[in-house]
């Protein structure tokens, strides 16, 4: 499966449980962070444009565009030739071009490279204000999230610049251990539109032909 597809699960989708802050605040670093969460508790849904793109070290870059629905735990996220439904219980990965969508039992977490933006919130961190900042023409809160030794996340650093408006995430990036780069940078957000259940559920009977492959039973 595409790492890229598999990470915007996470391209933003506020998962906001109680967060593991380390408990020697910076006043207005936990203020910014805070916002963040107090806010993604009162948002109802969202879509949003992002693009995504991947520097290693070795000098590869990786590059994507495209968008996401989210609301409450199910989220919508077609990035490159991919396309994944997620109602909270059940995934569908749908490729165009072949014709085939996979089916399988969400789970939450895991290793790819989307997860990371859930890291932010459940993982052990430190974090420090870096002052005000322009991005992508949106004024900016910028945060450095350091993550603490015994965390066991999948990244080292993080630096998240936050609209001082909607506070949302504008632009993540994350360093890993081998100083690879990560980049999730967010536009166009639409807030509060609306979105039911069904937006969030892969219709078959939409896409006639499909080949069905049904991973479900080896997932339990």
Known sequence: MNTIVCLLVGTYLMYV????????????????????????????????????HIHSINGRRTQQNGHVLYQKNRYVVQVGDQEIYS????????????????ISN????GSNVMELLFQIFYAKISL????????LTVPCEKLKATVLEESGANF????????????MF??????????????????????NIG?????????LSRHPGVNIIDLRDSNR
Not at 87 to 102: A, C, I, L, N, S
């Open 17 to 52: 449980p109680q967060s593991h802050v380390s408990t020697e605040p910076n006043n207005e670093a936990d203020r910014v962070f805070q916002e963040v969460i107090a806010h993604g508790i009162q948002l109802e849904d969202y879509r949003a444009e992002f693009r995504y």
């Open 87 to 102: 109602d909270g219980q059940t995934q569908w990965r749908y490729f165009p071009h072949k014709q085939e969508v996979y």
């Open 106 to 109: 969400y789970e939450q977490g």
């Open 128 to 135: 420090e204000y870096l002052g005000e900042e322009e991005m």
């Open 156 to 167: 080292e650093e993080a630096f998240i610049w936050v609209s001082k408006d909607s506070k």
């Open 170 to 191: 504008q632009k993540v990036t994350f360093i890993d251990q081998r100083q690879n780069t990560t980049n999730f940078e967010f536009r166009d957000f639409q807030l």
């Open 195 to 203: 979105l039911e259940f069904s937006d969030f559920q892969f219709d």
